[in-house]
């Protein structure tokens, strides 16, 4: 086995790259999914008191929150708007076009107001919005978390919540509860019925290998992107059990078993670089031309932010790419 890290460094390598985009049909489809998350049926009594399990503890809120503030634009946000809810301000991070991708701009973020953050959350600045909950990301909230606290209840989720958990949970702390279980459902159907297009593939092998400054990361079993092509009916084959492990670029062999190999493009120079390593162009997958570096927005889409809000625009779009690749339609390298 080479470079396997342990499970502290894998967290620590999933946070940092998360915030840098690296794991990493659209507008109608997003738009149809919004359309049918009402919450007028959802619990709003005032009086009700509600312990929510989170990345940062056990949280209570007491009554339905009507101003929420949302630390960054990432899932935080996302799967806020996925619920139909809008809150009274976010944090703009200005991280490889959040703010702006197209599945946010559907859900109508630009009518939303922001604030600037690029990492730790000022608390003073969250005071001057009066919110009753507060959401985030946890590596934004936790160094701030006391004071925030004392500001409005707080719910973080980590990096590694999946999409299913942090909808649900957020849908639970902002007293949504039905719509949230309504937008799993809905996206649970788009993979069903993305699963069935696809139809296994032909049983090809599939793994993610991307590389970011000097290093290969490899997803292992527990990455997101590698659960969702499995939940795609597709064979999906991490490096080992982990979230992803970091090699070095002269560890491309690992990725031999693949028939058809994704790399999560964010770093193009560092993608460029592994392109025409020898070790690289001579891998089963890249010879057949069933080797695809993945452009950065759908990296964002099906990688860092899938959910309900961007799952029309990644699904049929990672399709795309998966059934050309398993015709040998992908990139041609020297």
């Known amino acids: 086995m080479y470079g396997t890290i342990c499970e502290s460094t894998t967290s620590e390598l999933v946070d940092q ?16 999914i919004l359309a049918g998350c009402s919450t007028t049926s959802d619990a709003s009594d005032a009086g009700e008191q509600r312990e929510v399990i989170n990345a940062l503890g056990t949280t209570t809120i007491s009554g339905k929150p009507e101003r ?6 990432f899932t935080d946000l996302e799967f806020l708007l996925s619920l139909g809810v809008h809150p009274v301000a976010y944090g703009n991070t200005g991280s490889w076009d959040r703010g702006s991708l197209p599945w946010q701009s559907t859900a109508g973020i630009a009518d939303l107001e922001s604030f600037g953050t690029t990492g730790e959350i000022n608390p003073e600045i969250i005071a001057r919005y009066s919110p009753d909950l507060i959401i985030g990301m946890k590596t934004y909230l936790e160094p701030a978390a006391e004071r925030l606290s004392q500001i409005a209840p707080v719910i973080a989720l980590d990096w590694t919540t999946s999409w ?8 639970q702390a902002a007293f949504v509860d039905e719509a949230a279980a309504a937008a799993i459902a809905r996206t649970d159907a788009l993979i069903s019925d993305t699963a069935a297009s696809l139809n296994g593939l032909g049983g090809k092998t599939i793994m993610i290998g991307s590389m970011y ?76 031309r069933s080797y695809a570096p993945v452009e950065l927005l759908l990296s964002n889409a099906f990688v860092d932010n899938f959910g309900p809000l961007s799952a029309p625009y990644a699904l049929p779009q990672l399709a795309g790419v998966l059934t050309g690749l398993a015709a040998g339609q992908g990139k041609q390298l020297p």
Request: charged share 20%; no cysteine.
């Open 68 to 73: 929420i503030v949302v630390a960054s634009d």
């Open 164 to 171: 299913r958990d942090g909808v649900a949970t957020v849908g």
């Open 17 to 32: 790259l998360s915030r840098r985009g690296f794991f990493g049909v659209g507008a109608v489809a997003a738009a149809a």
């Open 213 to 288: 400054g000097d290093q290969l990361y490899v997803q292992g079993d527990a990455s997101a992107p590698g659960v969702l092509l499995r939940e795609l009916g597709l064979d999906y084959r991490g490096y080992n059990a982990e979230q992803m492990t970091a090699l070095s670029m002269e560890q491309a062999e690992v990725l031999a078993p693949a028939d058809i190999l994704l790399s999560l493009a964010s770093d193009q120079e560092a993608t460029t670089r592994l392109e025409n390593f020898a070790v690289f162009q001579n891998l089963p997958a890249v010879k057949a």
